[in-house]
């Protein structure tokens, strides 16, 4: 079953704009991670928040969590054409090995 | 550090042939974990082995499944008698202990 939801499913904007895509869980966990994913290409991770931590950077990614919400965001400031890709949300449910993702939101950065 | 390896990356095959992929994980990983993902969704977990031992398996993980994990080291994958609806792409990611997974390209599968 898919735990997680992003929102919105899909996402057009022009290089330089921000992004920002959320994701809704149901369940408790001790981490959510984002992944990317080009076309026909495997997951890439690109960070994890404890359920103890609000917010995260990395780079240009900003991720944050509110656990009483069950909810995160991942904010991609000056967005580039090659973040063009689907981005998901995995949850540990509190397992400590399986995973379980969203359906996804596709960001196309036009150029 | 090479990442994880799948092959083949694409398999057509006619409904009700056997297929088999292989999954060669990054070297120091002791877990390795298989999942599906068909158009338009996320992946989905099926099965997953901490060194040689299969620990856990989805209900997704039909009879017609089985992965096998010998001395902890590559893994397969192995469908019999295919169906339709196993088209998907089938991901294999590794990790050290629970730390992050980390995921190869795939191997798409289509049934004829």
């Known amino acids: 079953s898919q735990q997680g939801e992003e929102d919105p499913q899909a996402l057009s904007i022009q290089e330089g704009e921000n992004a920002t895509m959320n994701c809704s869980y149901k369940?408790?966990?001790?981490?959510l991670q984002w992944y990317r994913q080009n076309s026909g290409r495997g997951l890439v991770h690109l960070i994890l928040?404890?359920?103890?931590?609000r917010e995260k950077h990395s780079g240009r990614l900003r991720v944050t969590l509110d656990t009483s919400k069950k909810s995160s965001s991942l904010l991609i400031t000056a967005s580039r054409a090659a973040d063009t890709a689907s981005y998901f949300c995995?949850?540990?449910?509190?397992?400590?090995?399986?995973?379980?993702f969203g359906k996804g939101t596709l960001l196309t950065v036009n150029p | 550090d090479t990442g994880v390896s799948q092959d083949p990356r694409h398999k057509i095959t006619k409904r009700g042939q056997n297929v088999t992929f292989r999954c060669d994980p990054i070297?120091?990983?002791?877990?390795l974990y298989w999942y599906r993902q068909t158009l338009g969704q996320g992946p989905e977990f099926l099965t997953y082995?901490?060194?040689?031992?299969?620990?856990?398996k989805s209900r997704l993980l039909s009879d017609r499944f089985s992965a096998e994990r010998p001395k902890g080291s590559f893994s397969t994958l192995e469908i019999q008698r295919t169906e339709q609806g196993d088209s998907a792409m089938y991901l294999c990611?590794?990790?050290?202990?629970?730390?992050?997974?980390?995921f190869g390209d795939g191997t798409r599968l289509s049934i004829l």
């Open positions: 990611a590794s990790s050290l202990g629970a730390g992050v997974q980390h």
């Open positions: 369940t408790s966990i001790n981490n």
């Open positions: 070297s120091e990983h002791n877990r």
């Open positions: 995995a949850t540990d449910e509190g397992s400590n090995y399986k995973l379980t």
């Open positions: 082995f901490q060194n040689e031992a299969q620990l856990e």
């Open positions: 928040i404890r359920s103890n931590e």
